[in-house]
């Protein structure tokens, strides 16, 4: 099961430091994801981690700005969100899977998803 919390009300070019709480087995054989859905739009990927935390992927659109982070001797994954913009309001959810890394961007690739949490950036 993964818990996701940190998510708030700020401002245009304010901070947030999302974090999942992993209570999987085996956690660093877990590659990692977080997602995010905006109302009335699908889920988009937002940023991957590999299972050690060698390799990261970040959309288009949050490249630059967020960063991926995982502690596996503590089974916390992390997404360090700067300069904040209004369309990056939405619900963040983090996910879990045994991801083919080739697949990372890929919903279906994740098994384990948290319950989200609203991130909501006013301009």
């Known amino acids: 099961q993964l818990q996701a919390s940190g998510g708030g009300l700020v401002q245009t070019g304010d901070s947030l430091r999302l974090s999942c709480a992993a209570s999987v087995r085996t956690f660093p054989n877990y590659g990692m994801g977080w997602f995010r859905q905006a109302p009335g739009k699908e889920r988009e990927f937002v940023a991957a981690?590999?299972?050690?935390?060698?390799?990261?992927d970040y959309a288009d659109s949050v490249k630059g700005r967020f960063t991926v982070s995982r502690d596996n001797a503590r089974n916390m994954f992390y997404l360090q969100m700067n300069s904040l913009k209004p369309e990056d309001t939405a619900v963040y959810h983090c996910a879990a899977g045994q991801v083919i890394w080739g697949q990372r961007r890929n919903t279906n690739a994740y098994v384990n998803w948290g319950q989200g949490t609203q991130v909501t950036v006013s301009s």
């Open positions: 981690s590999s299972r050690n935390g060698g390799s990261t």
